[in-house]
């Protein structure tokens, strides 16, 4: 798609893959995401977590959907519809390549979000706090 970000892709379950994207230019970044978002690929936001380092949600039937379209806009943009008409596979058989080509890029390896952050703390030392009343003041000794 692109070499000014480096995308990661972590796989939770088929319907639940966390997308992350790591650049040095925030503003591309931002217009990347928004294809993607576009395309369906995603219905939330992206969540900034440096100011390098991006991460939303989507499945893998959306992603790889809106990847394909992007790559399907790209090939009719860049060769032209013109050129494609009449071919077997046309603009899809190149969209699809580039978009397998793009797949097989994404870094799988690098764990960015950990089970632990997933969880809930529910331990009750988390939720409780303690504190001792004042009992010198007028109120409190009336009583």
């Not at 928004?34 to 395309?39: C, D, G, H, I, K």
């Not at 090939?75 to 077997?88: E, F, I, M, S, Y």
Request: charged share 30%; aromatic share 16%; with cysteine.
């Amino acid at each position: 798609m692109d070499t000014n970000i480096t995308y990661y892709r972590q796989v939770f379950s088929k319907d639940d893959w966390a997308i992350g994207m790591e650049g040095t230019d925030h503003d591309y970044m931002e217009r990347r995401f928004w294809a993607f978002w576009n395309w369906k690929a995603t219905s939330g936001k992206l969540d900034w977590w440096t100011d390098n380092f991006a991460v939303f949600w989507t499945d893998e039937a959306r992603f790889k959907q809106a990847v394909l379209e992007i790559y399907r806009t790209q090939v009719l943009r860049d060769v032209g519809a013109d050129t494609l008409k009449g071919q077997k596979g046309g603009a899809d058989c190149l969209a699809r390549d580039c978009a397998d080509s793009f797949m097989d890029t994404m870094l799988n390896d690098e764990v960015f979000y950990t089970a632990k952050m997933r969880a809930i703390d529910s331990t009750t030392y988390a939720e409780l706090t303690i504190g001792a009343e004042d009992l010198s003041d007028y109120d409190s000794v009336k009583a």
